[in-house]
């Protein structure tokens, strides 16, 4: 079965601390993508990356940077965090070749 | 830039009727695709239905079709004889085939089957 595997379910840190939200991907997936869940707001891209070491900006990137240096692992940056961050934060994957999305189970994050 | 629009944050029926949710998108791309997720209280998304842009026809999955107009842009989805575990948080969401591949998602809306 394919797995999308985000490393933590609920995260809790100070404001100022750097976050690191680690997403793994297990089906040598191209495209993965960050997104951050709001109310009201949906899902709002934060970054997504098509390749490894490739990167494009989402939607809103700032406040966050993101590293792919293997294909399979995608992670999302919070240099400082600050409450305004806190939020829940979703990793999809992509596959190409029929346009199938895959989802982790979430990261609630809060910052205090 | 691409964009999709649910205007409908919230609604409400009651069991066995029939619903339908909006959605409506912005592009400059001729070839995309067109989703419908579904969102419990468990997080996990569930897809509900897919549509391909090249495609006239309409996509029907058991209770859930969708009425696609390209013209408009417009991509509602009408789920027939609900049921309470249609209960969640609908999401509208695209993709182009071309390109930089940037999914977008709608506001989502909440969705309530009422018994």
């Known amino acids: 079965d394919v797995k999308v595997t985000q490393s933590s379910r609920y995260l809790v840190k100070r404001t100022g601390e750097k976050v690191f939200l680690e997403c793994v991907q297990d089906?040598?997936?191209?495209?993965m993508f960050w997104y951050r869940q709001d109310p009201g707001l949906g899902l709002r891209l934060i970054y997504f990356?098509?390749?490894?070491?490739?990167?494009e900006k989402g939607d809103i990137p700032e406040g966050y940077s993101v590293s792919r240096e293997k294909k399979e692992r995608f992670s999302l940056i919070l240099e400082s965090a600050s409450t305004n961050q806190t939020s829940m934060y979703l990793c999809?994957?992509?596959?190409?070749?029929?346009?199938?999305?895959?989802f982790g189970s979430g990261t609630q994050l809060s910052v205090l | 830039a691409q964009t999709v629009t649910q205007s409908q944050p919230e609604m409400s029926v009651q069991e066995a009727e029939t619903v339908t949710l909006s959605c409506t998108y912005d592009t400059s791309e001729n070839n995309y695709y067109l989703f419908w997720y579904k969102q419990p209280p468990s997080r996990q998304m569930i897809l509900v239905i897919r549509q391909e842009a090249y495609k006239q026809q309409n996509a029907t999955e058991n209770r859930f079709s969708v009425n696609f107009q390209k013209a408009a842009k417009s991509f509602s989805l009408k789920i027939s004889d609900s049921q309470l575990g249609d209960t969640a948080m609908y999401f509208c969401?695209?993709?182009?085939?071309?390109?930089?591949?940037?999914?977008?998602f709608g506001q989502g809306t909440r969705l309530t089957i009422n018994p």
């Open positions: 990356s098509y390749d490894v070491k490739m990167k």
């Open positions: 969401a695209f993709i182009p085939i071309q390109g930089a591949q940037k999914l977008v």
């Open positions: 089906m040598d997936h191209e495209n």
């Open positions: 999809a994957s992509l596959d190409g070749g029929n346009e199938k999305l895959f």
